[in-house]
């Protein structure tokens, strides 16, 4: 059983330009969120897709874009990067309940490093 | 809003002893989930324990356990019989399943735990 993929595993830009990163959710999973973690601190919620719709965002600017797609894979995009988006950039996928919480499995990361 | 405060940055246990790692909570939310979440050195976060609010017992998963004081809004994960595999940033974190929290896992600093031979 497959869990969390995400790729690439790291990444080099510049000031200014944009990235795309991925997930793959594990089997059975339809939900995918996404976080943003600095070094040595916990993870932020940047947002989360449910549905191929942003169901959930966090203090992030606009700048954050993402996508889900109909085989629940996801897409996390940063336009004009700043040296601060440098962080793991972590995905976390779930099965949406009808109630209660699910439990969030995450992904290994990507590393963005922005110079 | 919803904070985590895990107030031990790093902690050190011998092997085969047991280490508490601490964690508080602000809610105004009665119906929550605490998680505890490992993270070791250049690998990925793994789920170990999960405590629902609305239930009074503490969660157990084998070597680890929680002391869950709601009214205390205290959270702390025991790990028993301590092993040189539990070296790892552990994370505390909070979710509640619905309003603003929806969906979205707050997350303490994290404590780093050492365990030594």
């Known amino acids: 059983d497959a869990g969390v993929t995400q790729s690439p595993t790291h990444l080099i830009k510049t000031r200014g330009q944009q990235v795309t990163l991925r997930c793959s959710p594990k089997s059975g999973h339809d939900t995918v969120s996404w976080y943003q973690q600095a070094l040595g601190q916990g993870p932020q919620f940047i947002f989360q897709y449910y549905e191929e719709e942003e169901r959930q965002r966090g203090n992030f600017p606009d700048r954050f874009s993402g996508h889900q797609f109909p085989n629940y894979s996801s897409e996390l995009n940063v336009n004009a990067l700043l040296l601060g988006d440098s962080a793991l950039y972590l995905c976390a996928s779930s099965l949406s309940v009808g109630e209660g919480v699910e439990t969030q499995y995450f992904g290994p990361g990507t590393r963005l490093l922005v110079l | 809003a919803q904070t985590v405060t895990q107030s031990q940055p790093e902690m050190s246990v011998q092997e085969a002893e047991t280490v508490t790692l601490s964690c508080t909570y602000d809610?105004?939310?009665?119906?929550?989930?605490l998680f505890w979440y490992k993270q070791p050195p250049s690998r990925q976060m793994i789920l170990v324990i999960r405590?629902?609010?609305?239930?009074?017992q503490n969660a157990t998963e084998n070597r680890f356990s929680v002391n869950f004081q709601k009214a205390a809004k205290s959270f702390s994960l025991k790990i028993s019989d301590s092993q040189l595999g539990d070296t790892a940033m552990y994370f505390c974190?909070?979710?509640?399943?619905?309003?603003?929290?929806?969906?979205?896992?707050?997350f303490g600093q994290g404590t780093i735990l050492t365990v030594h031979p």
């Open positions: 809610t105004s939310e009665s119906n929550y989930y």
């Open positions: 405590q629902e609010a609305y239930k009074q």
């Open positions: 974190a909070f979710m509640s399943p619905g309003g603003t929290s929806y969906g979205k896992l707050t």
